[in-house]
């Protein structure tokens, strides 16, 4: 018999100093065999949905957590059968080495190599008590193992579609003892457990439901605050109570900036390239903290200093599924516009599909927020935390506008600056937020700028 040793693979740190993570999606089964880099999960950060890949060749021995359960980092979230034996062989042909036995190794994880996490508890579901009777090998699909790495029974032993069935019925699998194989609990006990069978769904309704239509909609919906909802809720709670916030107003006539973005679409050197209002923008800011430094820094409170920085992390606040992400174009101070208009499409191209990484998410240094696609005008942005300013792009109008001393059509936009008080004086913010204006209204003005 060929000797297999069983390996945990823990919940890697996902990066900046995340303690936690939900699993949203297997992408394996038990038995699947899966090969080293192979996409097994996603899960999803406070920050983003990363894909976790395989750290090796192997099949697929126990999936330790099921999908919409919270992990903490050095949790083990997967084990698998891998070729070869080891001191610990049991006998059998197999091994396990176990946390314990690998306290001292260093593990892969997303963002580099590292010792193992020592873990302090257990997920943020609750155990429940199983049956008592040995893990299933046989059923309706694949099913996650009842065993911890200490070999304690947590949770019913059922196969993800019954688990589904009995959390839309609202059963607690842990009070149902199962008569499949093994302990096994089917379809059939979920649908007992209600008074109901699988083939007679009416069995056992209360009267008060009877008489509800099935179609008829929840008079409320309850969504569990996690994920990017829950980071950017604390966020920009802390921001907006840490940060004194001042937010100015600029309304310009940037008909001649939108006149430029026409004319550059239509040339042979920028043709394939997606030049927006915000393209324009970003450029602007980006020439405007030249003259106003102070925009880009941040409030460090421990070490009461003052951090300027001398390079840009353009933030782009992006709406997603999942709630709303910053995710920042490095070194956008050194790009093109070229270069620029291709790292903006990239990025919420990323961002909309959910597959921003905690790496394009970090480090910001100031930030954009494009309500203007929404067809606002103007707002109050709250700082992106640890930034000294961000600036809201509001709708491009036709307005009936003053120009050359007389009444004319025009396009017209609103920018609203909010800034950190404590970081950057009424002067020097107005300042800057007159140099973009200044810019997106008459882009030739940057030749007597620069």
């Known amino acids: 018999m060929n000797a297999m040793t069983i390996k945990e693979f823990r919940l890697p740190d996902l990066g900046e100093g995340l303690t936690e993570s939900e699993i949203l999606h297997w992408k394996v089964s038990v038995g699947d065999i899966v090969t080293l880099n192979q996409v097994i999960a996603e899960v ?8 976790l890949p395989s750290p090796y060749a192997g099949t697929i021995a126990i999936l330790h957590e099921e999908p919409g359960t919270v992990v903490e980092v050095g949790t083990p979230i997967v084990s698998f059968k891998l070729p070869g034996g080891s001191d610990g062989d049991s006998g059998d042909g197999s091994a396990v080495e176990t946390p314990q036995d690998d306290a ?13 996490v020592e873990r302090s508890g257990r997920p943020s579901r609750r155990a429940r008590k ?33 688990r589904k069935l009995a959390r839309d019925l609202g059963v607690d699998l842990g009070a149902i003892p199962g008569t499949g194989p093994g302990g096994l609990v089917t379809r059939d006990d979920v649908h007992a457990a209600t008074g109901k069978s699988a083939g007679n769904q ?44 001042v937010t100015e107003f600029l309304t310009v006539d940037v008909t001649n900036g939108m006149d430029l973005l026409a004319r550059l679409k239509g040339s042979r050197e920028y043709a394939g390239y997606k030049l927006t209002p915000l393209t324009l923008v970003a450029k602007a800011v980006l020439l405007a903290l030249r003259r106003n430094p102070s925009l880009n820094s941040r409030w460090d409170e421990a070490r009461q200093e003052i951090v300027q920085f001398n390079y840009v992390n353009l933030g782009i606040a992006a709406a997603t599924p999942r709630g709303l992400t910053v995710p920042n174009i490095k070194d956008a101070d050194g790009m093109s516009l070229t270069q620029l208009s291709t790292a903006l499409s990239e ?84 300042k800057f937020l007159a140099d973009v204006g200044s810019i997106i209204a008459d882009p030739s003005i940057v030749i007597a700028m620069i």
């Open 347 to 430: 990025l919420t191209d990323v961002a909309r599909a959910g597959k921003t990484s905690p790496a394009q998410l970090s480090g910001g240094t100031i930030s954009i927020t494009n309500i203007g696609v929404f067809g606002i005008d103007a707002g109050t942005p709250i700082l992106n935390p640890g930034e000294a300013a961000i600036l809201a792009v509001g709708s491009v109008r036709r307005r009936p506008w003053e120009y050359q001393g007389e009444v004319a059509l025009r396009s017209v936009m609103t920018l609203s600056l909010s800034f950190d008080h404590r970081l950057v004086d009424g002067e020097q913010g107005s």
């Open 130 to 162: 199983a049956n008592g009777s040995a893990p299933p090998t046989t059923g309706d699909g694949p099913a996650y193992a009842a065993v911890s790495s200490a070999g304690s029974l947590e949770r019913p032993r059922s196969t993800p579609p019954v």
């Open 104 to 116: 001292a190794k260093r593990v892969p994880t997303l963002v580099g190599y590292g010792a193992e």
């Open 44 to 51: 999803e950060t406070a920050k983003a949905v990363v894909e």
């Open 202 to 245: 009416d069995l056992g309704r209360q009267p008060e439901f009877a008489a509800q239509p099935e179609s008829a909609a929840p008079r409320e919906t309850r969504t569990p605050i996690k994920g990017v909802r829950k980071h950017t809720a604390s966020a920009m709670v802390s921001s907006a109570f840490t940060a004194p916030h």
